[in-house]
């Protein structure tokens, strides 16, 4: 008889090696797919060779697979359960009086905690490896993206101040943000709050330094006064390079760890930080999410393999794992939306994921 706690591991075992087989799987298949495309659109407009279109493949994909691991976890779980089941294993663990509850919960555990460690290093990382991929990207393709937008809108401010500036191309050169053509309009709130322009700076060049903009060949105007020049000026900013970068990245692309700044410095320069705020949830609901999925793949997987029906019951499962993927996407777009409340769309998915898979093995197990 398997002791106590072998039972666990051996299932656990059997269920990781599920995972990473489906992780492999899916893994090359995006890095493949990366990879065409990426020939299609780069090799043949820039003198690029192999191995710089491998390495942009290579920092393009985690972002990718951060997208689909509930995927892996649910196809995992599947191929696992199905094999136990198709060697009679699981026949004979309930012939000895054993409750599918006892392997599954600690397989579902597990799950949980990759997800937290997905959320806390493999997020930033994923987030790193984008950013990377955008900058070595758009220097490959500087002269030859001719339709890509070129212009940058950013706006940073305080309680008193608030800056809009506007930039015709930007440069990130050494983990700094180098702006060319720039434009600063600033206003400064009365008493009632309300913003009044103040004074406007043309600049030819401005270069983002820790705490302060550093601006060339500078002609400022303030309002109701002639223009003066200067050859260089330094204003003060509560923007850094990646808060900077983050302005005109989507949310997806913001690392875990500076969600919150970019909530807090977006809705500081006046602009809505639903959109940071929704990810933020989304990714704490993530562990959730992927605990859900390893439940939801051993519930459609335990029909006993004699009395059939076990692979359309297995698709079964894929096609929910599919359902609760675009209700995903769905809740995220009516929160964008200001239809439902953040909260709401980030965690109903997971959370009626989980209730379904546990639903169902009450169902299977206890009738």
Same mark, same amino acid.
């Given at each position: 008889m #398997?002791?106590?706690?072998?039972?666990e591991?051996?299932?656990?075992?059997?269920?990781?090696?599920g995972?990473?087989?489906?992780?492999?799987?899916i893994?090359?298949?995006i890095i493949?797919?990366? !990879?065409?495309?990426?020939?299609?659109?780069?090799?043949?407009? &820039?003198?690029?060779?192999?191995?710089?279109?491998f390495?942009?493949?290579?920092?393009?994909?985690?972002?990718v697979?951060?997208?689909?691991?509930?995927?892996? @976890?649910?196809?995992?779980? #599947? $191929?696992?359960?199905?094999?136990?089941?198709?060697?009679?294993?699981?026949?004979?663990?309930?012939?000895?009086?054993?409750?599918?509850?006892r @392997?599954?919960?600690?397989s579902?555990?597990?799950?949980?905690?990759? +997800?937290?460690?997905?959320v806390?290093?493999?997020?930033?990382?994923?987030?790193?490896?984008?950013?990377?991929?955008?900058?070595?990207?758009a220097?490959?393709?500087?002269?030859?993206?001719?339709d890509?937008?070129?212009?940058?809108?950013?706006?940073q401010?305080?309680?008193?101040?608030?800056?809009?500036?506007?930039?015709?191309?930007?440069?990130?050169?050494?983990?700094?943000?180098?702006?060319?053509s720039?434009?600063? /309009?600033?206003?400064?709130k009365?008493?009632?709050?309300?913003?009044? !322009?103040?004074?406007?700076?043309?600049?030819?060049?401005?270069?983002?330094?820790?705490?302060?903009?550093?601006?060339?060949?500078?002609?400022?105007?303030?309002?109701?006064?002639?223009?003066?020049?200067?050859?260089?000026?330094?204003?003060?900013?509560t923007?850094?390079?990646?808060s900077?970068?983050?302005?005109?990245?989507?949310?997806?692309?913001?690392a875990?760890?500076?969600?919150?700044?970019?909530?807090?410095?977006t809705?500081?320069?006046?602009?809505?930080?639903? +959109?940071?705020?929704?990810? !933020?949830?989304q990714?704490?609901?993530?562990?959730?999410? /992927?605990?859900?999925?390893?439940?939801?793949?051993? =519930?459609?997987s335990?029909?006993?393999a004699?009395?059939g029906?076990?692979?359309?019951? =297995?698709?079964?499962g894929?096609?929910?794992?599919?359902?609760? @993927?675009? /209700?995903n996407?769905?809740?995220?777009?009516l929160?964008?939306?200001?239809?439902?409340?953040l !909260? $709401? &769309?980030?965690?109903?998915?997971?959370?009626?994921a989980?209730?379904?898979?546990?639903?169902?093995?009450?169902?299977?197990?206890?009738?």
């Amino acid at each position: 008889m #398997i002791g106590a706690g072998k039972l666990e591991r051996y299932v656990m075992g059997r269920t990781l090696a599920g995972v990473g087989a489906a992780l492999a799987v899916i893994s090359a298949v995006i890095i493949l797919v990366s !990879f065409v495309n990426l020939s299609r659109e780069v090799a043949v407009r &820039a003198d690029v060779g192999v191995a710089q279109l491998f390495g942009l493949t290579l920092l393009q994909a985690p972002s990718v697979v951060l997208l689909l691991l509930p995927f892996v @976890f649910l196809f995992g779980g #599947i $191929a696992a359960y199905v094999g136990l089941n198709r060697r009679s294993e699981l026949v004979a663990m309930r012939a000895a009086g054993v409750s599918a509850w006892r @392997f599954i919960l600690p397989s579902a555990a597990v799950a949980f905690l990759i +997800g937290v460690a997905v959320v806390l290093v493999f997020n930033p990382l994923a987030a790193t490896f984008s950013a990377r991929y955008e900058s070595d990207r758009a220097n490959l393709m500087e002269n030859y993206l001719t339709d890509a937008p070129k212009e940058v809108w950013l706006r940073q401010g305080d309680e008193r101040t608030q800056m809009v500036i506007h930039a015709k191309q930007r440069d990130t050169e050494q983990g700094r943000v180098r702006l060319r053509s720039v434009s600063v /309009f600033v206003y400064q709130k009365d008493s009632a709050g309300r913003p009044e !322009f103040k004074r406007r700076l043309e600049a030819a060049e401005a270069q983002l330094y820790p705490g302060y903009w550093k601006l060339w060949d500078v002609r400022e105007a303030s309002a109701g006064e002639s223009s003066v020049r200067s050859d260089s000026l330094s204003i003060r900013s509560t923007l850094d390079a990646e808060s900077a970068m983050e302005r005109y990245a989507a949310p997806q692309s913001v690392a875990f760890w500076r969600l919150p700044d970019a909530i807090r410095l977006t809705e500081a320069a006046g602009f809505s930080g639903n +959109g940071y705020r929704l990810r !933020f949830q989304q990714l704490l609901a993530t562990p959730v999410l /992927f605990a859900a999925m390893s439940i939801l793949a051993a =519930a459609f997987s335990l029909r006993l393999a004699r009395l059939g029906g076990l692979a359309g019951l =297995a698709g079964a499962g894929v096609g929910l794992g599919f359902i609760v @993927f675009f /209700f995903n996407e769905f809740s995220g777009a009516l929160a964008g939306a200001d239809i439902i409340p953040l !909260f $709401a &769309a980030a965690w109903a998915p997971p959370l009626v994921a989980l209730l379904s898979g546990l639903a169902l093995l009450c169902y299977t197990e206890d009738g």
